[in-house]
């Protein structure tokens, strides 16, 4: 990559940064953000120091108590989602492949109600420490991933997983210790 190129990619970043710091997104230090998408409530986001999302990456959340936070050192790939209505939380040194999706709600489930117009159902979801997320893996509410865990392509993750674990399928399940 020549010199010009460097520079204007460094510059994008530098003002895509800037741009998510005043609207209300809370940056811990250098990061790189690579074409994010924050479509409400940017104030209920922190992203920590050394982190790094890249292109396509979606931060929702949901309303004003909802909450976003992001450890240091974190990397986020391509075309992922975490769609947060009360509390997603990913621990330090975490990798999260494409294409996943982390959320912390659905929707009530009644015979005379349409899962559109009932209440959302929210429990906090967290992604522990140095924790490898893979390809294409969906993480539900009120999951914990504990520190160290590391968690196959393709998987559901419908329940919590105990720290250090290699978990795999739909519902992941632990397949042995790290």
């Known amino acids: 990559m020549d010199m010009i190129t460097r520079i204007c990619k460094t510059l994008a970043s530098r003002a895509r940064i800037a741009w998510h710091r005043v609207r209300g997104v809370r940056i811990t230090g250098h990061v790189s953000l690579r074409a994010v998408e924050i479509p409400r409530h940017p104030r209920c986001i922190t992203i920590g120091a050394g982190t790094a999302l890249d292109r396509g990456v979606t931060l929702l959340a949901t309303d004003?108590?909802?909450?976003?936070?992001?450890g240091n050192a974190v990397y986020i790939n391509r075309h992922t989602m975490l769609d947060a209505s009360e509390?997603?939380?990913?621990?330090?040194?975490?990798?999260?492949?494409?294409?996943?999706?982390?959320?912390?709600?659905?929707?009530?489930?009644?015979?005379?109600?349409?899962?559109?117009?009932?209440?959302?159902?929210?429990?906090?979801t967290v992604i522990g420490k140095r924790c490898w997320i893979g390809a294409?893996?969906?993480?539900?509410?009120?999951v914990?991933?504990?520190?160290?865990?590391?968690?196959?392509?393709?998987?559901?993750?419908?329940?919590?997983?105990?720290?250090?674990?290699?978990?795999?399928?739909?519902?992941?399940?632990?397949?042995?210790?790290?």
């Open 136 to 142: 294409h893996v969906t993480i539900l509410k009120g």
């Open 87 to 124: 509390r997603i939380e990913i621990g330090e040194g975490t990798m999260v492949g494409p294409f996943c999706y982390v959320t912390d709600h659905d929707h009530t489930i009644a015979p005379d109600v349409s899962a559109g117009d009932g209440p959302l159902v929210s429990r906090p």
């Open 144 to 178: 914990t991933v504990g520190d160290g865990s590391v968690v196959g392509a393709g998987s559901v993750v419908t329940k919590s997983l105990p720290a250090g674990v290699v978990a795999v399928g739909n519902p992941a399940r632990v397949l042995r210790p790290i």
């Open 64 to 70: 004003a108590a909802s909450r976003i936070i992001i």
